[in-house]
Structure formats: C-alpha cells, structure tokens
T-cell receptor
Framework: GAGVSQTPSNKVTEKGKYVELRCDPI?????LYWYRQSLGQGPEFLIY????????DSGLPNDRFFAVRPEGSVSTLKIQRTERGDSAVYLC????????????FGSGTRLTVV | GENVEQHPSTLSVQEGDSAVIKCTYS??????FPWYKQELGKGPQLIID???NVGEKKDQRIAVTLNKTAKHFSLHITETQPEDSAVYFC??????????WGAGTKLIIKP
C-alpha cells in the first residue's frame, strides 16, 4: 500500500477484555515496529519484527501484551485482560530493510479502556 | 539506559522567524538522532536525521546540529510558515529501531 495502515483507528473496550490491533505495513517493507504513545509524551518502543520473527520484544510491558507477524507482512498486537493504564495510541511503523533506514509511521490506533 | 530531554515544551514564534528546539541525551553510545513532526491525529513523520559522525545536516529550511561532547542536538527551522505548526519530537538511539524519544515541543506559528 501507499502508507502504513492501522485498524481500527479508535477502539473502546471494557476493562478485562481482549483486544487486537492490526498493522498493514508498506508493501515490501521487511521491518515492522510497534510503539505506544501516551498523551503528551513521546512514543515508547514495544517490539521490532524483522520478517516473521520478533528481533526485539524487550519493550512489551508485561505478558498481557503479545504481537505476531506470521507471514512477514501484516502484524497484530494483542492485549489480554486490558487495564485502564493500557489506554494510549498504539503506533505501528515499517521500514524497507531494517534499522539503518528511516521508517514510516501509521496514524495509530487510539485504545481507550473504560 | 538512555534518557532524552527536550526543551522547550511549547514554542511560539512569529511567522517568518526562526525556531530552535534543543535536546540532550545521556548515553554516549547513542549514534542516531532523528527528528519527527507530528500533526494532530497522525503518526510522527521523519523530517531530518543525523548520525554521530556528522556535526550538521541541512534540508532546505530545516537543519540539525549535533555536539557529541556535550551530548546536545538541536533542530533549527528558518523562515517559519503556518504549516510548520505541529508537535516536534527528538529521539536518540544506539540501534536505530529502539528509539528513545523526548517529550515533544508544541510549535505554534503566529500569523
């Protein structure tokens, strides 16, 4: 596609529910990144994929968070037993080959846990 | 770990004047310093970046300077225009992908 696409753009869920956030990277980009941005702050690194594998998942805050990229293109960020503190904008980015080139962000998914 | 501080948090300048945003970082091993512009409801957009082997880089009205000794880097925007109004973020990284971000600067261009 022309850019990084994230769906849904907004998600409201009840505390304790499970959510999935989807990212469609730019076609042909092998590297994919998830970040989380709270209001008034810079993004916070969550996980980096190179192809199908998670090259670095050290930013995932706890085991309620999990991400997959089974075919090396679309990625899904999964959050179990959501908490109010999970409310944030979840940003996805992709780059052509990897960390040595700049990457392109999507517009994000705004997650609100009520 | 790395810590990035960014100042000011809000900057208001007259259209046509210059704007300067400053960042400091703590980890001397950081070697990649990008700047992003974020408009309301959109993801951050890379506007310029610099690596530690370079002291200054320019792209039209935008320039970035890096002082490795002092661990400072700055964004300079000249001849500001209304469309420059946005939130600007600096970041630092050793790995290029795990960026550590500043808290952002809201730039307001007054007509």
């Amino acid at each position: 596609g022309a850019g990084v696409s994230q769906t849904p753009s907004n998600k409201v869920t009840e505390k304790g529910k499970y959510v999935e956030l989807r990212c469609d990277p730019i076609s042909g980009h092998t590297a994919l990144y998830w970040y989380r941005q709270s209001l008034g702050q810079g993004p916070e690194f969550l996980i980096y994929f190179q192809g199908t594998g998670a090259a670095d998942d050290s930013g995932l805050p706890n085991d309620r968070f999990f991400a997959v990229r089974p075919e090396g293109s679309v990625s899904t960020l999964k959050i179990q037993r959501t908490e109010r503190g999970d409310s944030a904008v979840y940003l996805c980015a992709s780059s052509l080959t990897g960390p040595d080139v700049g990457y392109t962000f999507g517009s994000g998914t705004r997650l609100t846990v009520v | 770990g790395e810590n990035v501080e960014q100042h000011p948090s809000t900057l208001s300048v007259q259209e046509g004047d210059s704007a300067v945003i400053k960042c400091t970082y703590s980890d001397s091993a950081s070697n990649y310093f990008p700047w992003y512009k974020q408009e309301l409801g959109k993801g951050p957009q890379l506007i310029i970046d610099i690596r530690s082997n370079v002291g200054e880089k320019k792209d039209q009205r935008i320039a970035v300077t890096l002082n490795k000794t002092a661990k400072h880097f700055s964004l300079h925007i000249t001849e500001t225009q209304p469309e420059d109004s946005a939130v600007y973020f600096c970041a630092a990284s050793k790995s290029n992908y795990q960026l550590i971000w500043g808290a952002g600067t809201k730039l307001i261009i007054k007509p």
